[in-house]
T-cell receptor, first 109, second 114 residues
Framework: GDQVEQSPSALSLHEGTSSALRCNFTTTTRSVQWFRQNSRGSLINLFYLASGTKENGRLKSAFDSKELYSTLHIRDAQLEDSGTYFCAAEAPNYNVLYFGSGTKLTVEP | EAAVTQSPRSKVAVTGGKVTLSCHQTNNHDYMYWYRQDTGHGLRLIHYSYVADSTEKGDIPDGYKASRPSQENFSLILELASLSQTAVYFC?????????????FGSGTRLTVL
């Protein structure tokens, strides 16, 4: 939606390389979640952040609530990382997550 | 393992017809959600529920009804399906509804309205 601007819309990486996805928020955001949607359509939760950074294997996410942005870093990309990545921002009103439009990541040999 | 199952996996409906999408969760979660995803876009919240026999409007509720007959089941109802409702629909559940809670998603239902 308009509350979340996600970039890039598509990204192609070679195996072993690294890159970052970004979401900018146009309004106060209390927290952010990152999801990966696989080719079968299933959504998998990667991270929840209310502040700071979190790391899980080759993935690392950061959230800056003052500067209104979040990033997802992918290190040493593997073929299985391919999919569409979504960030979702917690709206000021309770129980609503605003999703970005997604980044379609393709990892090539 | 937490599980959210949706049915059907895909459906073709005619304009003006009634469509019911079903969702069942075995997570013992209080909160359940219905989202729609349009090609090239993120998910948008249609309806959600935090207790049986009660539903709340989300971001885009117009044209949709929801029903939560039990903690485990949450349905999305399109009384008069329209072309603009062609999309993929995702059901999700969470424990407390807090943003700190992980959302568990079903596999989605692809709805095509002709």
């Amino acid at each position: 939606g308009d509350q979340v601007e996600q970039s890039p819309s598509a990204l192609s990486l070679h195996e072993g390389t690294s890159s970052a996805l970004r979401c900018n928020f146009t309004t106060t955001t209390r927290s952010v979640q990152w999801f990966r949607q696989n080719s079968r359509g299933s959504l998998i939760n990667l991270f929840y952040l209310a502040s700071g950074t979190k790391e899980n294997g080759r993935l690392k996410s950061a959230f800056d609530s003052k500067e209104l942005y979040s990033t997802l870093h992918i290190r040493d990309a593997q073929l299985e990382d391919s999919g569409t990545y979504f960030c979702a921002a917690e709206a000021p009103n309770y129980n609503v997550l605003y999703f970005g439009s997604g980044t379609k990541l393709t990892v090539e040999p | 393992e937490a599980a959210v199952t949706q049915s059907p996996r895909s459906k073709v409906a005619v304009t003006g017809g009634k469509v019911t999408l079903s969702c069942h969760q075995t997570n013992n979660h209080d909160y359940m959600y219905w989202y729609r995803q349009d090609t090239g876009h993120g998910l948008r919240l249609i309806h959600y529920s935090y207790v049986a026999d009660s539903t709340e409007k989300g971001d885009i509720p117009d044209g949709y009804k929801a029903s939560r007959p039990s903690q485990e089941n949450f349905s999305l109802i399109l009384e008069l399906a329209s072309l603009s409702q062609t999309a993929v629909y995702f059901c999700a559940s969470s424990d407390t509804g807090s943003s700190a809670e992980t959302l568990y998603f079903g596999s989605g239902t692809r709805l095509t309205v002709l």
